[in-house]
């Protein structure tokens, strides 16, 4: 038999379950609180509109993903419409992002498990102790075993986990509503502070973005699904509206069950530290909070897994495009289609931002924020590959622009800085690779300059016209012209400096 057969294609099925399960992580477990909390009755439409969102960004990337389908598509968008060094930064965002949430899932199991034995063993004083810490890299153990072996088992194991998370979370929405449904709560006469601009706000600070994320791991899958130009940009839309009737239900039924007397401050005061296991023991269905203990592990599971598969492929995309060690990391094993290394990799560096980070909680919005980033580079290489569509990617990419702006001011700075040191760090090793710093500072100086600009003042009408202004820049068919014209003088440039190494060495 030959190895190609060996190498087995996912369905739409497993597809549109891969990127399901990896939606229905840790988030649903917050996000409904949270969310009334920012919202109030307009916490519906602020799931709609995140899901609105994702989607958009979701068929950019299956435009791209539908001329390209390789593999870890997601991160390599950028560098396939321009080229490598340009790709760099949304291809790192993407990466920290998926790679950073992995540890996040890790925790939300360890925070649940810790209020389910009602113990400080594994966390105080709200932070993870030593032994927290230890138990959820057992967790990340777990997840590399699962994604060890190739796509074959990690689909045939997310088969059945994602049934299991989407049951677990309808389940929890009939019982809550049969339990108790008090209509009052929607007609409070604090949810005239709530608005559209609630809603807005709610998108990023509620954690919907980081629930709905898993949408783009279709396309980190691209060169392993069946008739991918088919399948996914339906496995994107099809698991994003599963999810959002999924949470959206939820919302309206943990709302509906909070006891009146609890909102005498309004949605705001509200504040249970497990909200579903929470308002399941106080309205007396200890049998559901023990299923809510055990979908706290299989849920934030289903994602970790998932994202240390799809982080995976991404750090071997950006390998294959120059952008990571190709001799080290872009090598596939010839029996499970994967690259190992790279695996490692990712578990090693997420194992460390685990041990690192004190809740998952502390992670979330700045997490989001990189997603956010990464998100960008798909109406980009979209509007540069197929210029019809940049109508509909500028627009999508003025939207990004303006959440962006959302964000706590703190976290917008660790982000630019830790991608502005980035490039200064690869610029320079392009620089011992003979790439001319001209080169360099045209290709890789536009979307630093763009998140600078944006940081400093964030007004509505003046990020909306430095949004437009430096999409059709890049987009515009002379720069995309002169980004694939330097990519291959910087391949040219590269194997010059390759072959005058092995001639010193010789």
Not at 94 to 101: A, E, H, I, Q, S
Not at 165 to 180: G, Q
Not at 479 to 484: A, G, N, P, R, S
């Amino acid at each position: 038999m030959g190895s190609r057969s060996k190498h087995a294609k996912i369905s739409l099925f497993s597809a549109t379950a891969l990127s399901a399960t990896a939606m229905v992580g840790s988030g649903w477990l917050f996000s409904a609180q949270l969310n009334a909390k920012i919202a109030g009755n307009y916490s519906f439409l602020a799931w709609v509109l995140a899901a609105l969102l994702v989607m958009a960004v979701g068929l950019c990337l299956a435009q791209v993903a539908s001329i390209y389908p390789v593999r870890g598509a997601t991160a390599r968008s950028s560098a396939l419409s321009h080229n490598s060094i340009f790709g760099m930064p949304f291809a790192f965002a993407n990466w920290f992002g998926l790679m950073v949430t992995i540890g996040t899932e890790a925790q939300a199991t360890t925070q649940y498990l810790a209020a389910a034995i009602k113990s400080d063993v594994l966390i105080a004083d709200n932070v993870l102790t030593v032994y927290g810490k230890l138990f959820a890299l057992s967790i990340l153990v777990i997840y590399l075993f699962i994604n060890y072996f190739g796509i074959k088992l990690l689909a045939k194991i997310n088969n059945t986990v994602t049934v299991i998370k989407i049951l677990s979370p309808i389940f929890t929405i009939v019982i809550f509503l049969i339990m108790r449904f008090d209509t009052s709560n929607f007609t409070l006469g604090t949810n005239s502070q709530y608005g559209v601009g609630s809603a807005i706000t709610a998108i990023i600070s509620a954690g919907l973005i980081y629930s709905y994320n898993g949408f783009q791991l279709a396309v980190a899958f691209a060169s392993e699904i069946e008739n991918p130009k088919r399948n996914i940009p339906l496995s994107i839309i099809l698991s994003i509206v599963i999810v959002m009737f999924v949470y959206m239900l939820l919302q309206l039924s943990f709302m509906g069950s909070v006891p009146h007397s609890m909102l005498s401050g309004g949605w705001s005061s509200l504040n249970f530290h497990s909200p579903l296991i929470n308002l399941a023991m106080l309205l007396g269905v200890n049998f559901l909070a023990m299923i809510l203990i055990a979908d706290s592990i299989v849920s934030p599971s289903g994602t970790g897994y998932s994202y240390l598969g799809g982080a995976s492929r991404m750090f071997y995309a950006m390998a294959k495009e120059g952008q990571m060690p190709k001799k080290t990391i872009g090598e596939l094993h010839p029996e499970y289609n994967l690259c190992r290394r790279s695996l490692l990799i990712n578990f090693t560096l997420t194992a460390i931002f685990l041990w690192n980070s004190d809740s998952w909680a502390s992670l979330m919005v700045i997490v989001t924020g990189y997603h956010l980033i990464g998100y960008m580079a798909a109406p980009i290489s979209m509007g540069a590959i197929k210029p019809k569509t940049k109508l509909f990617g500028l627009i999508i990419f003025c939207i990004l622009g303006l959440m962006m702006s959302t964000l706590p001011a703190n976290d917008f700075l660790k982000m630019n800085l830790s991608i502005s040191i980035l490039m200064v760090i690869y610029g320079a090793i392009q620089i011992a690779r003979r790439m001319k710093v001209t080169t360099l500072l045209v290709l890789s100086t536009p979307f630093l300059t763009y998140l600078w600009l944006i940081y400093f003042y964030q007004n509505m009408y003046y990020i909306l016209l430095v949004s437009a202004l430096f999409y059709a820049l890049i987009t515009h068919k002379e720069y995309v012209k002169l980004c694939k014209e330097t990519q291959f003088i910087a391949d040219d440039a590269a194997d010059i400096a390759v072959n005058v190494n092995q001639a010193q060495s010789a």
